[in-house]
């Protein structure tokens, strides 16, 4: 299927709150991952987000140069044309953006997307992500409504983030109190009062609730998705709307328990990144390879190896299928499994 309209991701978002479902939003850095994601999401009967960071960026593009907005474009490019393959429907995000990277990144992608939108096609991304969680409330803020009018024009969303991930990923890092690490009503209001709830542009919020990135046991990190719906409840309160007014993004989640992923989805999560875990099933699955194959990938004492065996192809095959069973595995602990309407 082809690459979600605006209005087809806006249906997804739409259908996963009220399903009380998820979508996964995979990161990748490569046409390989790509690939994995395309098989997973197939192999689970799931719609799902593909979705690349500065640094991923930075490596589509080649890593001894530094062209991140050249790299999103190329990995869109590649998922448009090979996604036409695939019977699910996925959307295109970029991920984790902050101050320092807007100028290089979002900004050139977003004027990329407005030439698109004046010739009558779609935006190429369905939505951005603006990482304000390393300035000040009120600037995170200012900076997203400056973005918003932009995105709505394009018939795309924002990814805000109002409270701080903990951890690090490619680069952008935070090491904060810990309670920094969870999101309090009275943020959520006054990102509110600013950005509306819908009437200015769609956004997704990212609410952290004790996520931090990168490696972590289940209960090594002292998660509380409950929080997320009392924020739900104190916005319905102050501006008298329905139930869960906001669409909300899980970052952090390596480690959580099925536990608390269903609790956070609940509570209005509608997608929900990873990363950490489809690296390492990736990379895993290459050792695993190598290790079982020494003899045939390596030449050793003058043999000649086995071409079979060191051909890219073949270990990149195992690790792609290997990469897709966690992809399916995600979309079963978000719910998204056996979903898609494509």
């Known amino acids: ?96 953006c902050p101050k320092d990277a807007l100028p290089g990144f979002v900004l050139p992608l977003l004027e990329a997307s407005e030439e698109e939108v004046k010739a009558g096609r779609n935006p190429i991304f369905q939505s951005h992500m603006w990482d304000g969680s390393a300035v000040p409330l009120d600037e995170n803020i200012d900076i997203a409504a400056e973005l918003l009018p932009r995105m709505k024009n394009i018939n795309a969303i924002l990814e805000i983030e109002v409270g701080v991930v903990g951890g690090e990923e490619d680069g952008v890092a935070h090491e904060g109190s810990n309670e920094a690490l969870y999101t309090t009503v009275a943020d959520v209001t006054k990102a509110v009062e600013r950005l509306g709830l819908g009437e ?28 997320l719906g009392e924020i ?15 669409d909300l993004v899980f970052h952090g989640g390596s480690g959580s328990t ?45 043999e000649v190896g086995n071409k079979k065996q060191y051909d890219p192809r073949a270990w990149g095959k195992v690790a792609e ?12 602990q978000l719910g998204s499994y056996g979903q898609s309407q494509s």
């Open 258 to 302: 099925d536990e608390e992923i269903a609790l956070a989805v609940r509570n209005g999560v509608v997608k929900m990144n990873i990363d950490t875990d489809t690296q390492y099933a990736f990379t895993r699955s290459i050792a695993g390879y190598m290790f079982s194959n020494y003899e045939g990938v390596l030449k050793l004492d003058g």
């Open 232 to 246: 739900q409840e104190g916005i319905a309160a102050t501006f008298g709307t329905g139930p869960k007014p906001l």
């Open 200 to 227: 200015n542009g769609r956004y997704i919020s990212a609410l952290t609730f004790g996520n931090v990135h990168g490696v972590y046991k289940p209960g090594g990190v002292k998660l509380r998705p409950e929080l």
């Open 1 to 96: 299927m082809p690459v979600a309209s605006p209005e087809q991701y806006a249906e997804m978002l739409d259908r996963a709150k009220a399903g009380s479902f998820a979508y996964p939003a995979i990161n990748v850095s490569s046409s390989q991952t790509i690939n994995s994601v395309l098989q997973g999401l197939t192999e689970a009967g799931s719609d799902g987000i593909l979705q690349v960071t500065t640094g991923g960026a930075d490596y589509f593009a080649g890593h001894t140069v530094k062209a991140r907005a050249t790299g999103a474009l190329a990995f869109a490019k590649y998922v448009t044309e090979v996604a036409k393959n695939y019977p699910i429907t996925v959307a295109l995000h970029t991920d984790h």
């Open 321 to 332: 299928s290997a990469m897709a069973v966690r992809v399916v595995e995600a979309t079963k």
